[in-house]
């Protein structure tokens, strides 16, 4: 897995939500001592030109769109990383934004978290299928700052990766890390066995399980690791509201993973937090 982040791309919609991703954009692209930023949006000229062809002329929409978007993020970008505005038309948002991340070499994709800000929708959650980077999506208005880590696992093998990068970006931001597990009582076995039975085997088990994972993760022994119950809410449920309630700065997750009693990181869960409207930053290791 890739933990040096040298290219970073950032979908910009011509929202609100610009203006935090090019803040967030230059206070982590200076941190990680990346190399170049690239600014990128999509003009679906087709849409344009169907409602407004004889308004627009011969006025060359993407030259002007171009224009007020180097401005932009000339006035926000307050980081000493270089960076470029790219401009394209292409029905496909997408698969244009999977093609530049495999064009530039980009490590890490900054998106804005679409349910909390009403922008042209830019971005949905088929880019965590398709692009072959890191991505992170970042809620309206949240501050440049990384003081407090959260690392989501299940203990699988894949949830390792979001320890490697966690700790990157912690050293990087002399921020503390905290891993975080949640798990469900399996309720296939409710009808057979009684609550206050089945409870602390469970319990016991997930504890056990922990304990012997953390051990094998290089450079974890800092870390802590905070086991909650998921009782009646679903995993992004408890992950929103824990993460809101200890002033998350930032959690860290794989793409993927698997477990018998927590189903975080399994493809469908990490769509879910991807789409839930949290008040972090999210990064999705890939």
Known sequence: MKTDIKNILVALDLSEMDDTLISYAAFLSD????????????????????????ELGDINIEESIGEELNEKVAAGFK????????????????SLIAYIVNKYAIHLTLV????????????????????????????????P???????????????????????VVGKAMSAPIKAIHIYNIP?????????????????????????????KIPGADHIPLEIVPGRSSSITENLAEHGKKERTDLLFISDKGGNTFSSLLVGSVA????????????????
């Open 187 to 215: 309720l296939q076995f409710a009808p057979y066995l009684p609550k206050e039975t089945l409870v602390p085997v469970v319990e016991k088990h997930t504890t056990e399980k922990g304990r012997k994972f953390m051990k």
């Open 31 to 54: 941190t990680l001592h990346a190399d170049k930023v690239y600014f990128v949006h999509n003009i679906k000229k087709y849409e344009i030109g169907e409602l407004f062809e004889d």
């Open 79 to 94: 980081g000493h990383t270089e960076w470029e505005v790219l401009i394209s038309n292409d029905p496909y948002t997408e």
């Open 112 to 143: 804005g978290s679409k349910n909390r800000v009403k922008g042209t929708g830019v971005v949905s959650s088929k880019l965590l299928r398709m692009l072959r980077c890191h991505i992170l999506t970042i809620p309206k208005n949240t501050t």
């Open 271 to 286: 769509e879910e937090l991807f789409n839930e409207d949290l008040h972090f930053p999210l990064w999705v290791c890939k």
């Open 145 to 167: 700052k990384v003081e407090n880590i959260w690392i989501g696992t299940d203990f699988s093998n894949a949830s390792r990766r979001g320890f490697v990068m966690a700790q």
